[in-house]
C-alpha cells in the first residue's frame, strides 16, 4: 500500500517499474518472468482499485526464446492487471520490432519512450548498450515514424522523448523538430 499513497501523494496516474532484479551476468529466465507476472497481475490489482495504472518498461533481456516465442510475449500475455511502457529503443536492441509488437500486442501498451538508435548498432539480450548509440529520432534504425503512427492509431496519448547520449543538448531539439513533422 505503501506504493499507492505515494503515487497518490503526487498526483500519478502511473507507476512504473524499469527493472526486473536478476543477476546482469546471466540470462534472464522463464522463472524471473513468472515471478514478476504474479508480482505485476497482484500489485496491478491493488494499484487499479486506487486509480493507478502499473506499467512494466521492458529492457531487452525479455527477448529470450520462451516455447514459440519469447519472454516477453509470455509476459504479454500473462500480464492481466497491468500494461505495459514500450521504449522503442530497448525493444530493438532485444531484437525486436516495435511497432509489430504494438500491433500483435495491441491494447497492451500505454505509454512510448522514443529513443532512436544508431544504424548497425548490434542487438543485445543483457539490457545494456552504448549510450552514444542513442541517436536523433527518425536517423536510426528503430521505424519511429511507424511506431508513432501506430501508436497514435491505437489510441497511446504519452510519448517520452528519451536521449542518452553525451549529445543530448543537441540532439533533443533535432527530435522534438523531427516529431512536430511527423
Known amino acids: 500500500m505503501a506504493a499507492v499513497y505515494k503515487a497518490q501523494s503526487y498526483g500519478a496516474k502511473f507507476a512504473t517499474v524499469y527493472w526486473i532484479p536478476h543477476e546482469f551476468d546471466k540470462p534472464f529466465t522463464i522463472e524471473h518472468a513468472k515471478a514478476a507476472v504474479d508480482v505485476f497481475n497482484t500489485a496491478g490489482k491493488i494499484l487499479r482499485e486506487n486509480g493507478i495504472t502499473l506499467q512494466y518498461h521492458p529492457h531487452g533481456y525479455e527477448f529470450q526464446p520462451h516455447e514459440d516465442g519469447t519472454i516477453l510475449d509470455y509476459m504479454l500475455q500473462n500480464v492481466t492487471d497491468a500494461t505495459f511502457q514500450m521504449d522503442v529503443f ?20 500505454t505509454s512510448v519512450h522514443l529513443k532512436d ?3 548497425g ?8 548498450a552504448d549510450k552514444d548509440t542513442n541517436v536523433v529520432l527518425g536517423t536510426g534504425d528503430v ?5 508513432v503512427e501506430e501508436a497514435k492509431r491505437q489510441g497511446i496519448r504519452y510519448f517520452f522523448v528519451e536521449d542518452e547520449s553525451e ?4 540532439q533533443v531539439p533535432a527530435s522534438l523538430l523531427y516529431l512536430h513533422g511527423l
Open 90 to 109: 530497448w525493444i530493438k536492441q532485444g531484437g525486436g520490432d516495435p511497432t509489430g509488437i504494438l500491433k500483435k500486442y495491441e491494447g497492451k501498451f
Open 117 to 119: 538508435r544508431r544504424i
Open 121 to 128: 548498432s548490434p542487438n543485445s539480450s543483457n539490457g545494456a
Open 143 to 147: 521505424g519511429i515514424a511507424s511506431v
Open 167 to 170: 549529445r543530448v543538448l543537441k
